[in-house]
């Protein structure tokens, strides 16, 4: 795999875990401080090879269905970026997207874990605009709208990237049709990010935005979407994103693939950004301890609660905000949320979790996987240092 022709990278916001390919978190206090859209310089950036040098003018995207006699043929049409940028009306979501691996590190403590031991940085929140993926699946795969079809029930949509990446072929990845179709679901494919094209970083000249999924379902570079009977059989969606059982690591992981399901929707997060652990700060002046929080699926954070004693005592926090797509009313995109704490000592642990508007809590501990995903076990920041 070739990675010289990679685009320039600010590297001085990031933590970079791996250069080739470029997979980077910013650090945590310019993430919260940049606000509630994060700068697209700023923004994480997850890749499994280069960045594919695609010419606008050049791209195609190719759509078809699969029915259930996989002998039949599938018939592809090809899209061109005009035909994307001018055929449906132009949709926009302010969406997070978090990385299923957000947090890794807290779990690779426990246990030897596979994958890039991430920090609580792997997730951001922009705006991105393009058409609805149901309405290009409608006017050109002939989906029908009645979310009651068995189709629309049983099928999914996969999609497949125009990059390479050792794993597989490509990158891909699917969601189920049912998402891709639900009016309320905002599934878009993006062509632009923060209000410019996107960048090659992010996937020029499209890619999906899957709202409250995981950030692996959201396909950059985006060259081919498959409605079909079955999940996409890419090995980004049936060899990895699980949640697998505690008894399943290295030396038996191949037994278990088959029977784990998925991931899709978010579980329910919230990390402090800033102070961060062993942190300097100078006393005896107030704190404001700020940091995210964010659950799949569309549903809103509820409460925020910081425990300055380890977890004994807790308090709401003082300010969230989080707003919900105007159209939709989901919450797509994370609360930021912040609270002053009037002293906090060298003995100080702050803690923090949140609620989602299903009650959903996080765990008190991390939860071990092999593949180390989805860890929301409440966030602590100790030994912050008096001056
Ligand atoms: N799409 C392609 N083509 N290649 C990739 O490596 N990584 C996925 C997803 N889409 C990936 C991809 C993963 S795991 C995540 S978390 C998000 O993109 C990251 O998106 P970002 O780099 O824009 O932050
Ligand atoms: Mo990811």
């Not at 954070?301 to 425990?307: A, G, M």
């Amino acid at each position: 795999l070739d990675y010289s022709q990679d685009p320039p990278r600010i590297l001085s916001n990031y933590l970079v875990h791996a250069p080739k390919p470029f997979n980077a978190e910013p650090h945590l206090p310019l993430l919260v401080n940049a606000g509630l859209i994060t700068p697209t310089d700023v923004f994480f950036k997850r890749n499994h090879g280069p960045i594919p040098d695609i010419r606008l003018e050049d791209h195609q995207v190719y759509i078809g269905v699969q029915g259930l006699d996989e002998s039949q043929p599938v018939e592809w049409k090809a899209l061109n970026m005009h035909d994307i940028m001018t055929r449906w009306p132009k949709a926009t979501i302010t969406a997070s997207l978090q990385c299923a691996g957000n947090r890794r590190e807290g779990l690779a403590q426990l246990k030897e874990v596979k994958g890039v031991i991430w920090k609580a940085g792997t997730i951001s929140n922009a705006v991105w605009s393009g058409p609805r993926l149901c309405d290009i699946l409608k006017d050109i795969a002939g989906v029908p709208e009645d979310l009651h079809n068995e189709m629309i029930r049983n099928y999914h949509v996969s999609f497949e990237a125009d990059d390479h990446v050792k794993e597989d072929a490509c990158y891909g990845s699917s969601i189920p049709l049912r998402k891709a179709m639900d009016p309320l679901g905002d599934v878009i494919i993006a062509y632009e990010m923060n209000g410019q094209p996107l960048t090659r970083d992010h996937g020029f000249p499209l890619r999906v935005v899957v709202p409250g999924y995981i950030g692996a379902r959201s396909v950059k570079f985006l060259q081919k979407i498959l409605v079909q009977p079955q999940e996409s059989t890419s090995f980004f969606q049936r060899r990895d994103y699980k949640i697998l059982p505690p008894w399943i690591d290295s030396s038996n992981v191949d037994t278990a693939w088959d029977t784990t399901v998925s991931l899709g929707e978010m579980n329910v997060q919230c990390v402090i950004c800033t102070p961060m652990e062993k942190e300097i700060i100078l006393c005896p002046k107030p704190v404001i301890v700020k940091g995210y929080a964010i659950s799949g699926g569309g549903r809103a954070i509820y409460r925020v609660e910081l425990s300055v004693d380890g977890g004994k005592t807790w308090e709401p926090v003082d300010k969230i905000e989080q707003t919900p797509d105007k159209i939709s009313g989901m919450y797509w995109a994370w609360a930021l949320w912040e609270k002053k704490v009037p002293k906090i000592l060298t003995t100080s642990e702050l803690v923090v979790r949140a609620y989602d508007s299903s009650g959903n809590m996080q765990p008190e501990f991390p939860i071990w996987n092999y593949r180390g995903v989805m860890n929301n076990a409440w966030f602590r920041v100790n030994n912050v240092t008096q001056m």
